[in-house]
């Protein structure tokens, strides 16, 4: 039995992403209208929540540490 070589593990990580995203590419790409338009509204959602949750953290943080000075 022979060692693997270290970058091994990354190129065949790197690999299955690749198939992974041809193949979810591919289907997406053969849904109905309607429902390439509910994914893609989903997604917008998921990522305005993502951004209001980051901004809202930040401030928080940011009035913590002002709390904690006075």
Do not use: N
Request: hydrophobic fraction near 35%; aromatic fraction near 8%.
């Amino acid at each position: 039995m022979t060692l693997r070589p270290l970058w091994g593990a990354p190129v065949a990580a790197l690999l299955a992403g690749t198939v992974a995203g041809w193949g979810y590419r591919r289907w997406y790409r053969r849904q109905s209208p309607q429902r390439r338009a509910g994914t893609e509204e989903r997604r917008r959602a998921k990522e305005r929540r993502d951004l209001q949750d980051r901004i809202k953290s930040l401030r928080d943080a940011a009035f913590r540490r002002r709390r904690r000075h006075h």
